[in-house]
């Protein structure tokens, strides 16, 4: 095992404003990361002989910023706000050690599977997001049923939709996943919800510039049929006729492989980051279970779903991360010496 060396965060940094949206001032940074990369002696990100790829999950203002559509609180309120923070100290003290940053972008519009306007009651209603979920039962009771007025729009058969739902949500029970929840329009492609977190942003642009690694965006999650919690594949990937609807992401999953560590940071704890270190692990232990000790999972860098009153995921987040544990990943906190087999 090697213990990094710490570096100092860099004096632009503003911890209060983790929270805000911002433009990041690329020139500014880019000239500073430069400086930075020469004052501490930070060699480009070929060089390194053990190659780390911290990869994020969905850190996007519409689960980041307290006033957007699905605020990430946690048991604290403030989860997300705390957790990226920590998250952007971590990413300029290690600096020097990561050695590719891959950041998910949740990627969606208006009609989608998971969105009010695809579904409506008897009454021609949308359900209320957030707090409605759909099963099999509301399906064949005819609860819920899909909105007939958007097969046109996506260019698909009413019919074949109708069958297309009762087979995802059925999908979904017979796999162990959570039920379709039906979420407020969210993460919606061409708007502010969907970029980066400002400081998260700018946290990435440093290194990228100080370590001439280019960063690695994955987008997910834009295909109208299927949710896609983890950036590796989606809930589900045939439809109701057998044919694929979707596909694995094996081109990252290759490069997760072959990294010698991985590091996990993101939002949510209880469903997209579980996810896709889920099927990160289903994935390792087809190959080999022992490279599972190479996956790093920052604790104090996600937090999980829980909306007042309503529903608390956090038990089930931790029983993931319990399960990825005992399975050899490593769980460690963003405050600590990074220490990674070399």
Known sequence: MSTTTQLPIPPHFAPEKVGEVWRVPYQQRAAAAREWAKKYQIQPASADKTQVCL???DIQNTFCIPSFELFVGG??????????????????????????????LDTHTAMQIFHPIL????????????????????????IWQVNPAVAYSLKLDYSMLQKHALHYVNQLS?????????????????????????????????????RDSQTQFEIKGNNPLTENYSVLRPEVLDGADGKPIAQKNSRLIQQLLEFDAVIIAGQAKSHCVAWTVDDLLTEIQQVDPSLAQKVYLLEDCTSAV??????DYTEQANAAFQRFTDAGMQIVKSTQPLAIAS
């Open 119 to 142: 579904w409506i009651n008897q009454d021609g209603e949308h359900p209320t997001p957030s707090a409605t979920n759909i099963t099999p039962t509301d399906i064949e009771q005819g």
């Open 75 to 104: 048991q604290s309120g403030t989860g997300a706000v705390e957790d990226n923070r920590r998250l952007c100290e971590f990413i300029y003290r290690n600096l020097g050690v990561i050695s590719a940053i891959a950041p998910t």
């Open 174 to 210: 017979q796999h162990g996943k959570y039920p379709l929840t039906v979420w407020s329009y969210h993460s919606m492609l061409g708007g502010i919800g969907h970029a980066l977190v400002s400081a998260v942003e700018e946290a990435v642009f440093f290194h990228c510039i100080a």
């Open 55 to 57: 990869l994020l999950i």
């Open 306 to 311: 829980v909306v007042p009153g309503v529903v």
